[in-house]
């Protein structure tokens, strides 16, 4: 579990293809793996890899193919520019929202405002994610917690503070570009309890296996777990 407050701006060392489809990912960040060690969870632009090596600052991640091809990691080259955040401590402070690591879909930087002191940025996302954001609520976007000023059909605004465009990726993200999106989780939960109690109201306490699937029909969770 995270917070999407990312903790260091890292570096992909190198991308090695191997078996298969999936691939050994090395990253550099000497704050992050100050204290990793081998199985430990570090996010990747918001995707949870489990740690494999750790050495003079870089730590190494397998990803398998379906991650590959489902959120932007699989466009990563080396010396690309990665957020990143070690998984939360439980007397962690909360300064983001529950994030989960777990990639929802992948979207697209739209359009760019400046202004005087931030930065309004437009992303287009699947329109199957529409449903789970809100205004004013959160989301996460290549592994940074952030408030929704405005969503529409297919699409959602935030504002970004000179902080978050010096220090994330997110500044450097360029009209095309994708990136990692990340719902928040309680609404999931929300509306697949929700359509239980719709699908059979005098049973309001089903089991939850009994609960028609309320989740995205077309996208799953995404992301290594220890």
């Known amino acids: 579990m995270f917070t999407g407050i990312v903790e260091e701006l890292g570096e992909v060392v190198r991308i090695t293809q191997t078996a298969g489809d999936s691939a050994l990912v090395a990253v550099r960040g000497p704050l992050v793996t100050s204290d990793a060690r081998h199985g430990d969870s570090i996010a990747v632009n918001g995707v949870c890899l489990t740690v494999v090596d750790v050495s003079d600052g870089t730590f190494t991640a ?53 202004a ?78 929700l359509g239980a109690r719709l699908a059979d109201p005098a049973a309001p306490d089903a089991a939850p296996d009994a609960a028609p699937h309320g989740g995205l029909p077309d996208a799953g969770p995404l992301g290594e777990v220890a």
């Open 62 to 114: 397998d990803v398998m193919g379906e991650t590959l091809r489902r959120s932007a990691l699989g466009a990563l080259r080396a010396g690309d520019p990665v957020n990143l955040e070690r998984a939360a401590a439980l007397n962690s402070r909360l300064g983001g929202h529950l994030v989960q690591g777990h990639v929802d879909g992948v979207g697209e930087v739209v359009a760019r405002e400046p």
């Open 116 to 193: 005087a002191q931030w930065e309004t940025v437009r992303f287009r996302l699947p329109a199957a994610l529409a449903r789970y954001v809100v205004e004013k609520g959160s989301i996460t976007v290549d592994g940074v917690s952030l408030t929704v000023a405005g969503v529409g059909s297919d699409w959602f605004t935030v504002g970004l503070i000179p902080t978050t465009l010096k220090l994330t990726t997110l500044g450097a993200r360029r009209v095309g570009d994708p990136v990692n999106l990340e719902v928040d989780v309680l609404a999931k939960y929300v509306e697949r309890l």
